[in-house]
């Protein structure tokens, strides 16, 4: 995809979608090493006793090697001919997807970059010669006794939970709980942000892992206890059996809850950014074109009227003030870099829009969405106090809005007040001296009657006329931008989640292969087939479902902390997200599960 030069031109900026790819790429590579090195570990750890065997029969070190060398060679580099091959009709459905996301209206063809698939052998070639030397090191390093018992070392003894666990346990979830609420504590503690943020991360690690070495052994020990010695099918094997095996892999369980934690974590923030965007543009752009002075705006005008275009223009007039901290407007202003507890805040008059008439007491607070405003807190039916030097005014705030009268490149992003025309004119004559700038400024703007399109804008936008700022140009950028980071972010993402997985799928493979002869003295007890199914089945639950569930409410903490940088919405994306990642992280526990019953059927036949 990132050698298709013919959607890169289609963007509004190429250069922006070759930083993207580059970017994915190299986060990609990092996955597939990582992947593919624990996949072999697993793997070597898995044929241990063959292994051990074909020494045992005279095979020395270098043989064995060879044998592992011609068996990864054909295996690894025919999966590699396959994955070209599906890489390249995959490509086209991505970048398919990706110009829709992006609503770039596009033809693709079927370009076969030669440079990508060099690209792409090279990288696992490399990959190819990590193997080959994690191999030799896995059969130089192991003794030939500890291959034969190396299924056996890994597993954790079945010992009596203590005092020791009892409280470790416990300090796992607190250290959870705690990082939970600092993280909520992040937007009231501007000042100390930086160290307070290492502090939530540090304790959600850690205590994730504690949780998994510690918590979740002593929890379903005490489920255990709860049944009195009264233990089903069911118990043996789900409950008896994950207590220890989760104890055992607690720092890969740790891993993979991290990684799905920032996986949903990011493609929340990047979907959330991308739903937000028209709501973003609407709040900080009111009107279809702004201009920068009322020479541009006639120029304009007089353009539109002779292509035709019905429109309407407007000139709004605004000056600055300054407000108190105090009464309707609350927030930790200093912490945020002012010197006083005062907010500048552009202020126009209601005599200026149509259907707005505002007592002298009066006020309404609009373009609170902005950046400084999602760091203050507005209360309808209280006092908003205008200050200037020698001159103060309370006025009712009876109203507040997201979205702004004034265009950005008018209100400085700053909140927007309405006030009645004399007191529009009052706080003008005592404005602070310490604002600098115009007394007054001027917003000049047109709306398309029936609605702007890319052709009015195409036909408005030539390099020498005057400037202006365009709402449809403003989206569509805003729409790419946003659109590709949110490809990016999802593809890495459900790398990641293919990555753990994989893993975990793996490991019920491995485990299942172990238990086969449990399956066999469980029938020959009188347990059915049916009844054994059903005790993996909440092993998968719980397996599966730990991690998952701790990964969702780390990405939940983390997007809560923040989102509202990033967009005007935060339930629906990351409700989205979070059930998409479920489902197909669901899959690997169905898969697991599919796998478990037929080696059951196998063991009982």
């Given at each position: 995809?990132?050698?298709?030069?013919?959607?890169?031109?289609?963007?509004?900026?190429?250069?922006?979608?070759?930083?993207?790819?580059?970017?994915?790429?190299?986060?990609?590579?990092?996955?597939?090493?990582?992947?593919?090195?624990?996949?072999?570990?697993?793997?070597?750890?898995?044929?241990?006793?063959?292994?051990?065997?074909?020494?045992?029969?005279?095979?020395?070190?270098?043989?064995?090697?060879?044998?592992?060398?011609?068996?990864?060679?054909?295996?690894?580099?025919?999966?590699?001919?396959?994955?070209?091959?599906?890489?390249?009709?995959?490509?086209?459905?991505?970048?398919?997807?990706?110009?829709?996301?992006?609503?770039?209206?596009?033809?693709?063809?079927?370009?076969?970059?030669?440079?990508?698939?060099?690209?792409?052998?090279?990288?696992?070639?490399?990959?190819?010669?990590?193997?080959?030397?994690?191999?030799?090191?896995?059969?130089?390093?192991?003794?030939?006794?500890?291959?034969?018992?190396?299924?056996?070392?890994?597993?954790?003894?079945?010992?009596?939970?203590?005092?020791?666990?009892?409280?470790?346990?416990?300090?796992?979830?607190?250290?959870?709980?705690?990082?939970?609420?600092?993280?909520?504590?992040?937007?009231?503690?501007?000042?100390?942000?930086?160290?307070?943020?290492?502090?939530?991360?540090?304790?959600?690690?850690?205590?994730?892992?504690?949780?998994?070495?510690?918590?979740?052994?002593?929890?379903?020990?005490?489920?255990?206890?709860?049944?009195?010695?009264?233990?089903?099918?069911?118990?043996?094997?789900?409950?008896?059996?994950?207590?220890?095996?989760?104890?055992?892999?607690?720092?890969?369980?740790?891993?993979?809850?991290?990684?799905?934690?920032?996986?949903?974590?990011?493609?929340?923030?990047?979907?959330?950014?991308?739903?937000?965007?028209?709501?973003?543009?609407?709040?900080?752009?009111?009107?279809?074109?702004?201009?920068?002075?009322?020479?541009?705006?006639?120029?304009?005008?007089?353009?539109?009227?002779?292509?035709?275009?019905?429109?309407?223009?407007?000139?709004?007039?605004?000056?600055?003030?300054?407000?108190?901290?105090?009464?309707?407007?609350?927030?930790?202003?200093?912490?945020?870099?002012?010197?006083?507890?005062?907010?500048?805040?552009?202020?126009?008059?209601?005599?200026?829009?149509?259907?707005?008439?505002?007592?002298?007491?009066?006020?309404?607070?609009?373009?609170?969405?902005?950046?400084?405003?999602?760091?203050?807190?507005?209360?309808?039916?209280?006092?908003?106090?205008?200050?200037?030097?020698?001159?103060?005014?309370?006025?009712?705030?009876?109203?507040?809005?997201?979205?702004?009268?004034?265009?950005?490149?008018?209100?400085?992003?700053?909140?927007?007040?309405?006030?009645?025309?004399?007191?529009?004119?009052?706080?003008?004559?005592?404005?602070?001296?310490?604002?600098?700038?115009?007394?007054?400024?001027?917003?000049?703007?047109?709306?398309?009657?029936?609605?702007?399109?890319?052709?009015?804008?195409?036909?408005?936008?030539?390099?020498?006329?005057?400037?202006?700022?365009?709402?449809?140009?403003?989206?569509?950028?805003?729409?790419?931008?946003?659109?590709?980071?949110?490809?990016?972010?999802?593809?890495?993402?459900?790398?990641?989640?293919?990555?753990?997985?994989?893993?975990?799928?793996?490991?019920?493979?491995?485990?299942?292969?172990?238990?086969?002869?449990?399956?066999?003295?469980?029938?020959?007890?009188?347990?059915?087939?049916?009844?054994?199914?059903?005790?993996?089945?909440?092993?998968?639950?719980?397996?599966?479902?730990?991690?998952?569930?701790?990964?969702?409410?780390?990405?939940?903490?983390?997007?809560?902390?923040?989102?509202?940088?990033?967009?005007?919405?935060?339930w629906t994306p990351m409700l989205i997200v979070m059930g998409v990642y479920t489902v197909l992280y669901s899959i690997?526990?169905?898969?697991?599960?599919?796998?478990?019953?037929?080696?059951?059927?196998?063991?009982?036949?």
């Open positions: 995809m990132s050698k298709d030069d013919s959607a890169a031109d289609e963007l509004a900026s190429g250069t922006m979608m070759s930083t993207g790819f580059l970017v994915g790429s190299v986060l990609l590579i990092i996955i597939i090493v990582t992947f593919v090195m624990f996949a072999n570990s697993i793997f070597l750890k898995r044929r241990n006793t063959e292994l051990a065997l074909f020494q045992l029969i005279g095979l020395n070190i270098s043989k064995v090697f060879r044998i592992l060398l011609l068996e990864n060679a054909i295996i690894y580099f025919g999966s590699l001919i396959m994955g070209i091959l599906f890489g390249f009709l995959l490509s086209r459905v991505l970048l398919m997807v990706l110009l829709s996301i992006m609503q770039i209206e596009l033809s693709i063809g079927l370009n076969f970059s030669m440079e990508a698939v060099i690209q792409t052998a090279v990288l696992f070639i490399a990959i190819f010669i990590l193997l080959l030397a994690q191999n030799f090191l896995f059969l130089k390093r192991t003794k030939l006794i500890d291959m034969i018992t190396l299924d056996r070392t890994n597993e954790s003894d079945n010992r009596r939970l203590g005092t020791g666990t009892l409280i470790m346990g416990v300090l796992g979830i607190g250290m959870i709980a705690l990082g939970y609420y600092l993280s909520t504590e992040l937007v009231d503690s501007i000042a100390i942000i930086i160290p307070l943020t290492f502090a939530v991360l540090g304790l959600t690690i850690v205590g994730t892992y504690i949780t998994f070495k510690f918590s979740v052994s002593f929890l379903l020990n005490i489920i255990r206890k709860s049944k009195r010695g009264h233990v089903n099918v069911t118990d043996v094997l789900s409950l008896t059996r994950i207590m220890f095996n989760i104890k055992s892999n607690a720092f890969l369980l740790t891993i993979i809850s991290i990684i799905s934690a920032l996986s949903i974590g990011l493609m929340s923030l990047a979907y959330i950014t991308y739903y937000s965007v028209e709501q973003t543009v609407e709040n900080t752009m009111p009107r279809d074109y702004t201009f920068y002075d009322e020479e541009g705006l006639d120029y304009y005008a007089t353009l539109l009227n002779e292509a035709g275009v019905d429109h309407q223009f407007f000139t709004v007039k605004t000056t600055d003030a300054v407000v108190k901290e105090e009464g309707a407007i609350q927030g930790d202003l200093e912490s945020l870099g002012f010197d006083e507890p005062e907010l500048n805040m552009a202020v126009v008059s209601d005599a200026d829009f149509d259907g707005i008439s505002l007592q002298p007491n009066q006020t309404v607070i609009t373009g609170t969405s902005t950046l400084v405003g999602s760091f203050i807190d507005y209360t309808v039916n209280e006092g908003v106090t205008f200050v200037g030097d020698d001159y103060e005014r309370t006025l009712e705030l009876i109203d507040v809005e997201d979205q702004s009268v004034l265009s950005n490149m008018v209100s400085y992003g700053s909140p927007v007040a309405i006030v009645d025309g004399t007191v529009y004119k009052e706080l003008m004559e005592n404005r602070p001296q310490e604002i600098q700038g115009d007394l007054e400024r001027t917003m000049y703007a047109i709306d398309i009657t029936e609605g702007d399109s890319m052709e009015i804008f195409n036909l408005m936008d030539r390099e020498d006329r005057p400037a202006f700022a365009s709402k449809i140009q403003q989206y569509t950028t805003q729409m790419q931008a946003n659109g590709l980071a949110m490809f990016i972010i999802a593809f890495v993402g459900f790398s990641f989640l293919l990555t753990s997985g994989c893993i975990l799928y793996f490991k019920q493979v491995g485990e299942s292969e172990d238990e086969k002869g449990s399956y066999t003295v469980l029938r020959k007890l009188g347990f059915s087939e049916r009844e054994i199914i059903k005790g993996l089945s909440t092993r998968m639950v719980i397996t599966f479902g730990i991690p998952l569930l701790i990964g969702l409410l780390h990405a939940y903490f983390a997007v809560n902390a923040g989102w509202f940088l990033f967009g005007t919405e935060m690997f526990a169905v898969l697991s599960l599919l796998y478990y019953k037929r080696v059951v059927r196998e063991s009982l036949n």
